[in-house]
């Protein structure tokens, strides 16, 4: 396991990410206005949103890969450029080349990349160990030699999550890991990502509401502007608000029988 | 068969054995760098920057002439407008969000252009073709020192940046985060097919050498898994290629660039059609 490695002083005063008065347009459409979030140490928040609201474009703000128009970022007390090598990323593989040739453990030591700048990239015996480590965290310990491609996609997305682990970071990015994924393979990842969470702070972006209401503690809502929520406080309005528009809510904590809802109101 | 290896013993066939070692040499730059450039995907810019070379080529031959510079050979011309290019093209791919072929296409045939224009305002007569498609007969020593000194250069690189060029291929957003400077691997990747792009127009020319660059690497990429193996399979097929298609060339009194790019092309195609069989 990961230890931790979280600084005590800055957990207790500091935020994980402060963003303050942020704007982001791509040209001369804004995709983001007048961002004010903080996020706290030890934070699991998911990032929620329509598409082209902004969700990945706020986690790129946050890994320092995009410059806000106006504004300030801070991710760990430093500017993301500089924090970067703290925060491991979970992109989404859908834009990398299939046929690529690389093992499981080739793409898990990416992660280690970076570490020893003197070294030239080369990977001592402590990277292999940390990569090791991180696939047997993410369950996939059998799988170092496989080519990558032969992986499932929930098992893809837990090898990019192990190469963000191997970098040993106190703040875990993650954009749709439950994209692509089966049922089954979800449920594990939310058991692995409640686990983690206990070590660092975690921001994600999911479409699955459901999800989200069911193991983060906050909603980060994006949509040109955007709003954090406590999950308690996830109702019919604040969705509406998000989504703007009529939709349906489907609850996941209940079931239906023949006598109504056997627990809480309906929004929505 | 024997008749070859008897003309590469015979000392007025020196031209031939300078055309072996030059391909056997340049086999190891082209397999590795070929392999980058099929797992990158990055044939389309290989090939603009092997056909701006040609402007080079143009533009060295016309000053050599018009201003009398004797030591200006085509290969400097060459060698600056592929750099050229690579470094354009490789901004081009970083920072255009779009229209991205267009411009790498107009580099392409833009060169070609510039090249013959030249070739036009040149007193004499040229053999365009020998640039085009390859000559065998223009590989001197001096050839086979660049050579050398290239597949030191680009064995020493792969030695050293091999993990992190494998990061910057397969990921190159992730590898940034990883405090490389995936930009700079990326440009000076380029700057290395452009530099073994334009020692092997010697023997294939401008126009194939994009097919003996890529093919070796495709054919490699079918059969392994991992950049490493792939590579140095890759380094092996381009050896076998360019010998086999010299001997068959010679002994048939045919062209050896277009005969090296058959050899490798129906290879391609045999190795395809027995793996889409064989699934």
């Known amino acids: ?268 | 068969m024997v008749d070859f290896v008897k003309a590469l013993m015979n000392p007025d066939f020196q031209f031939l054995a300078n055309a072996l070692i030059m391909g056997i040499l340049a086999s190891i730059s082209f397999g590795i760098i070929g392999t980058y450039v099929v797992t990158r995907r990055i044939s389309y810019l290989a090939g603009a920057i092997s056909h701006a070379a040609f402007g080079g080529i143009g533009m060295a031959l016309y000053l050599s002439r018009t201003f009398d510079i004797a030591w200006l050979d085509p290969i400097h011309g060459a060698m600056v407008f592929a750099v050229g290019a690579a470094v354009i093209t490789g901004m081009i791919s970083i920072h255009s969000r779009e229209r991205e072929d267009t411009v790498i296409g107009a580099i392409w045939s833009v060169g070609m252009a510039m090249g013959i224009v030249f070739i036009d305002m040149t007193p004499g007569y040229f053999e365009l073709s020998s640039f085009l498609f390859g000559d065998i007969l223009l590989i001197s020593s001096n050839d086979i020192v660049l050579i050398t000194i290239l597949d030191v250069v680009i064995l020493g690189t792969v030695m050293l940046c091999y993990n992190p060029l494998l990061a910057v291929c397969f990921d190159d957003e992730y590898a940034m985060l990883r405090g490389i400077n995936a930009h700079g691997y990326y440009i000076f990747l380029l700057c290395l097919t452009a530099v073994t792009v334009v020692l092997m127009v010697r023997i294939v020319g401008i126009v194939m050498v994009i097919a003996l660059l890529t093919l070796p690497a495709a054919i490699a990429g079918k059969m392994t898994k991992r950049m490493l193996p792939m590579m140095s399979l890759a380094v092996f097929l381009c050896m076998l290629f360019d010998t086999a298609g010299l001997a068959v060339s010679f002994v048939n009194g045919i062209s050896t660039g277009p005969t090296i790019i058959l050899i490798a092309g129906i290879s391609y195609l045999a190795v395809m059609i027995f793996y889409r069989i064989r699934n």
């Open chain 1, 1 to 268: 396991m990961h230890e931790l490695k979280t600084d005590h002083d800055e957990l207790k005063t500091g935020y994980a990410a402060v963003l303050e008065n942020l704007f982001f347009s791509y040209g001369d459409r804004e995709v983001l206005q007048d961002v004010n979030l903080k996020i706290s140490h030890g934070e699991f928040a998911t990032i929620v949103g329509p598409n082209g609201g902004g969700k990945t474009t706020l986690l790129k703000l946050l890994l320092g890969l995009l410059k806000p128009v106006k504004g300030n970022v801070k991710v760990l007390g430093q500017s993301p450029s500089k924090s970067r090598m703290k925060v491991g990323y979970m992109p989404q593989y859908s834009h990398l080349d299939v046929k690529f040739p690389v093992s499981v453990m080739d793409v898990v030591l990416m992660g280690r990349l970076g570490k020893n700048p003197w070294g030239w990239g080369r990977y001592k015996g402590e990277d292999r160990m940390a990569a090791a480590r991180a696939l047997e965290e993410v369950n996939l310990v059998q799988f170092g030699d496989t080519h990558f491609n032969e992986l499932s996609g929930g098992q893809k997305q837990r090898v990019f999550i192990a190469r963000a682990l191997c970098g040993d970071p106190q703040m875990l990015l993650l954009d749709e890991p439950t994209s692509n994924i089966d049922q089954e393979s979800e449920q594990s990842l939310f058991m692995l990502l409640k686990e983690l969470n206990k070590k660092m702070t975690i921001l994600l972006v999911s479409h699955d509401l459901g999800f989200a209401s069911k193991v983060v503690k906050s909603v980060i809502c994006v949509n040109r502007k955007v709003v954090i929520h406590p999950t308690t406080e996830m109702d019919g309005t604040v969705i509406k608000d998000i989504y703007g528009g009529d939709f349906r809510m489907i609850r996941h904590d209940h079931r239906c029988c023949e006598l109504g809802h056997e627990q809480g109101d309906f929004h929505g």
